[in-house]
């Protein structure tokens, strides 16, 4: 029960600005550690840094009642609003800040403005003889202020004038001190800020210690209001202890006992007052929001939102979330894990799930900044850049313009209006395969919106290549337009003028061709019309009107005038081989030497053939009989068969005894002449040609597998790194290996993807070659990009296709392969490319 408060007091929690001495609790240890630096004759600088509302201020602010004053005077001198004053200026009303805390007569202006050296050589000497032997501590708020400026020149001013000047008081005026508080991380600074710092001493100022926060809880108001335990950890458990939260807590607790006469606080109290907490800390929480990288919000809003789903923030489902709601890492993504762990805004011992420090800051990004609100202010982000880009596009500079553009996305990939721009500008230069890449990373950000650029991109990519007749490598691009725009009219027309041609071809009889313009069709689009089985017709028709390998003999039954002409050829062959013992012997006398024959010869013989006119009768004996040349693989139009020769040989009858030929095609025998039987003068006797085609059964040896052609790269291209290509940024962009098809690919062969790359894991390179797949395009997985260490991410990748012995089924309608497989094809050239 909540018991009656007596009268309304002032809220003693201080909110919005530097604590006082009296309510400043704990930070004991800053206090010796900056005196004990001092201290020291060779040390006579003290960096403090720490997140913005830490505490840093206040400390300073307390230094001149914690340190003793007989050794040391101080003087409190805030940058903030310096940083637009040139160095004379800053130097004036430097000493005017001394000359107050040591009663000196002010400076005058002029002086300062006549000589630039004027602060050490006329003003200092003067503060010398004042101090007496005490050392003067200056104390710097602010002083990276000027070096953040959004203005250049001041910039400019303070990178050339202001610290060199500070760098040289701090080398050269030893009875100078110097406290310097920055709301920077020291690895942040800008270098000309960090060579001032060169000789000084850091301290971090952190999360205050669990007693020291408990006495900022219950000491202010000691007197007035009374925390039980279980409130106390409820504060602690939403601020853990950061000094400014704890106070807002408080603040807003102590309002809340006044208005409901509470004097003693719950944990339901604690609950109720989050709500107004983080109303009225809006302001503090967006100062320290703004101080975050871009990279560094994103990862908070991540962790945020998956918390909010009640999900635990790993570094897989923080990637999740991002893919979700088309988000893109930034260059400096793999800093902010440890960026958020210096600054006390993450804690470092929870890989598994992420956690805030302060619960609050979690409450209120989720309220604040959820990552739909980061896409559309990430959308805008360097929005000042994107201008300049467009102004260089106006002024006919396009080539700076995509530099500038390039620039741009490098910080913020998520800038659409910067992707899009680029992407036209690219395919305006027709630098068509970098468009592509530009579209697709604008699609992926904003489908809707980089649809129609991606469309165009990929048409011209299309017709480029079929340009150059690589008909499958534009199918490609065919085919992602199609699951863009099914009803994409211009692809749709190309189908149509296809099949088509296809079509025509195939009434013409021209299968070949007719399969070559189907075989386009289905591979822009397989489900088109039936092409696919016009497309296997055509080939199967192209294949069985094809020539064989070797010609042969026509089988048609001769005519009589044919037989009455060839019936004393056949004799004489038969007398020969009588006389000669069979064509066996015949062929021995003439020097050949017996072989076995191939599966399919043919055996050339020399006969007579009856004469036209018969010349003058002489004595001359018959013509030598030289053995013709068996036929030659080249195949003879004239004797194409109507199908192609049955698939095991069989041996073809004939009414003489086989004769086994020699297996060299073109044998040149020396044949003794044979003498005429009778005086009777011979006619001229003109030779013809008769084949006869023995087959025989060839011997049973084991058949090696076929070698089919290796299968060609398409995309990514490979890595150059001087114009980009072959380069992923980002996790979720994940790389698509793309290569050609083969033909005659059958139902056990397989595409095998082999990639390798340097390993995270201390196993020096690895290398993966498990993947089996029917399809020509493979996803890199994300896992590979976690397992990549080093600068330089680059994985190599080739493609092979394997043969199984056994498949099986699998879910899809198609098969899997089943135990090892054979590589049946020659491995592709190898290529390139970088995962950032």
């Known amino acids: 029960m909540s018991e009656t408060s007596p009268p309304q007091a002032n809220n003693p929690y201080i909110v919005g600005r530097p604590v006082e001495r009296e309510t400043l609790y704990g930070r004991d240890d800053v206090f010796r550690f900056v005196y004990d630096t001092l201290a020291s004759s060779r040390q006579n600088a003290v960096v403090l840094y720490g997140q913005r509302r830490s505490g840093k201020t206040s400390i300073l602010r307390e230094l001149p009642h914690r340190l003793p004053p007989e050794k040391f005077r101080f003087t409190f001198f805030d940058l903030q609003g310096q940083a637009k004053l040139d160095l004379a200026e800053v130097l004036f009303n430097l000493a005017g800040a001394i000359a107050e805390t040591l009663q000196l007569t002010p400076p005058n202006k002029q002086d300062f403005q006549a000589d630039k050296d004027y602060f050490r050589k006329i003003f200092l000497p003067i503060v010398w003889q004042k101090l007496a032997g005490r050392r003067l501590l200056l104390l710097f708020d602010e002083f990276e202020v000027p070096s953040e400026s959004a203005d250049k020149e001041i910039k400019d001013k303070a990178e050339q004038e202001f610290y060199p000047y500070m760098r040289d008081l701090l080398d050269k005026e030893k009875r100078l001190s110097f406290v310097f508080v920055v709301g920077r991380r020291i690895d942040d600074l800008a270098h000309w800020v960090k060579r001032v710092f060169k000789e000084a001493q850091y301290k971090k100022i952190g999360l205050l210690q669990k007693s020291e926060a408990i006495d900022l809880i219950t000491r202010p108001a000691d007197m007035l209001l009374n925390y039980n335990p279980e409130a106390i950890e409820a504060i602690l458990n939403l601020t853990s202890g950061h000094p400014f939260f704890t106070q807002l807590i408080c603040f807003e607790l102590f309002n809340y006992a006044q208005k409901h006469n509470i004097k003693t606080i719950v944990a339901a109290d604690v609950a109720a007052i989050v709500s107004s907490a983080l109303e009225s800390g809006k302001p503090a929480f967006t100062w320290l929001w703004d101080a975050i990288s871009t990279s560094g919000q994103i990862y908070l809003a991540a962790i945020a939102h998956l918390h909010a789903e009640n999900q635990k923030a790993n570094k897989d489902a923080i990637q999740a979330a991002l893919d979700k709601f088309r988000i893109r890492r930034g260059a400096d993504w793999s800093n902010a894990p ?20 302060v619960r609050l800051m979690e409450l209120w990004v989720q309220e604040s900044h959820g990552l739909r609100e980061m896409k559309a202010t990430l959308t805008q982000e360097g929005e000042g850049d994107f201008k300049k880009a467009r102004a260089l596009v106006q002024n006919g500079q396009p080539e700076q313009a995509v530099k500038a553009l390039r620039d741009l996305l490098t910080m913020n990939p998520n800038h659409l209006g910067a992707q899009l721009a680029l992407a036209r500008l690219l395919l305006d230069q027709k630098k068509i395969k970098e468009a592509v890449d530009a579209f697709e990373d604008a699609f992926w950000l904003d489908e809707d919106v980089g649809r129609d650029g991606l469309v165009d991109a990929r048409l011209a990519m299309a017709q480029a290549l079929e340009e150059n007749q690589h008909y499958v490598e534009a199918a490609l691009h065919y085919r992602r337009v ?22 025509k071809a195939a009434a013409a009889g021209d299968w070949a061709r007719a399969a070559h313009f189907l075989e386009r069709v289905t591979d822009i689009d397989k489900q088109y019309k039936d092409a696919h089985h016009r497309r296997d017709s055509a080939y199967h028709r192209a294949k069985t009107s094809s020539q064989p390998l070797e010609p042969t003999i026509s089988t048609a039954p001769p005519t009589s005038t044919t037989l009455r002409a060839l019936m004393p050829i056949l004799g004489s062959i038969a007398v020969l081989l009588l006389l000669l013992g069979g064509v066996s012997g015949w062929l021995i006398l003439n020097g050949f030497v017996l072989a076995p024959p191939t599966a399919t010869q043919a055996i050339a013989l020399v006969s007579e053939t009856p004469p036209a ?4 009768p002489s004595a001359t004996p018959e013509p030598t009989q030289t053995p013709m040349p068996a036929s030659t693989d080249t195949p003879t139009p004239t004797e194409i068969p109507a199908s192609p020769p049955p698939d095991t040989p069989t041996p073809t009858p004939t009414d003489t005894p086989t004769p086994t030929p020699t297996n060299t095609l073109t044998p040149t025998p020396t044949k003794t002449p044979l003498p005429s039987p009778t005086a009777t003068p011979q006619p001229t006797q003109t030779p013809i040609i008769i084949q006869v085609v023995v087959t025989a059964t060839p011997t049973a040896t084991p058949s090696p597998l076929p070698t089919l052609p290796p299968p060609q790269l398409l995309s990514p291209p490979n890595l150059d790194l001087q114009t980009g290509t072959g380069v992923f940024n980002g996790r979720a962009n994940q790389p698509r290996l793309e290569w050609s098809p083969v033909l005659n690919l059958g139902q056990n062969d397989f595409y095998t993807v082999s990639v390798s790359f340097p390993s995270a894991k201390g196993e020096g390179g690895m290398f993966f070659g498990g993947v089996t797949t ?5 996803d890199v997985p994300q896992s590979f990009y976690d397992d990549v260490s080093g600068a330089q991410r680059d994985f190599t990748w080739s493609i092979v296709i394997s043969r199984f012995q056994e498949v099986k089924p699998n879910a899809q309608g198609g098969v899997d392969p089943v135990g090892d497989g054979q590589e049946v094809s020659q491995r592709s050239q190898e290529r390139t490319f970088r995962w950032n």
Do not use: C, H, M
């Open 613 to 616: 006119v018969l010349p003058t």
């Open 338 to 357: 440890r960026e958020l762990t210096d600054w006390d805004i993450l804690r470092d011992n929870s890989s598994d799930d992420l956690q805030f420090v």
């Open 482 to 503: 199609l699951e863009l725009k099914r009803d994409e009219y211009r692809v749709q027309e190309k189908l149509r003028v296809l099949y088509d041609q296809g079509r």
């Open 774 to 778: 029917k399809a020509t395009f493979w």
